[in-house]
């Protein structure tokens, strides 16, 4: 059974940084790609980076130089360094990951990060 499980979410002032994790359990060979969403109230869920198992990393244009996706070398866990955090990065993050077997996608319960002085 195929499990990602966030943690390192919370409440963080304008100009500071936050560091997610994401622990994924249950056959990863299946995973070609994994990342991070993220859904703020009201919003619709967005991509916020993203990457596969061969090729680059994909930013959203809202984070870029400011965050930073990593994994280890099992690829197990999932990271996400995010700095300089604004109050319009306040959302939910998920955790994702897809199967390249047939196209579906996995998620993470979803950890708050509230940026607000």
């Known amino acids: 059974q195929v499990q990602l499980v966030e943690s390192g979410g919370g409440l963080v002032q304008p100009g500071g940084s936050l560091s997610l994790s994401c622990r994924i359990s249950?056959?990863?060979?299946?995973?070609?790609?994994m990342g991070w969403y993220r859904q703020a109230p009201g919003k619709m869920r967005e991509s916020v980076a993203t990457?596969?198992?061969?090729?680059?990393?994909n930013y959203a244009d809202a984070v870029k130089g400011r965050f930073t996706t990593s994994t280890d070398n099992d690829m197990d866990t999932v990271y996400l360094q995010m700095n300089s955090l604004k109050p319009e990065d306040t959302a939910v993050y998920y955790c994702?990951?897809?199967?390249?077997?047939?196209?579906?996608?996995?998620w993470g319960q979803g950890t708050q990060v509230t940026v607000s002085s």
């Open positions: 990457f596969s198992k061969t090729g680059p990393t």
């Open positions: 249950g056959s990863i060979f299946r995973f070609d790609a």
């Open positions: 994702w990951a897809r199967d390249f077997r047939d196209g579906t996608e996995y």
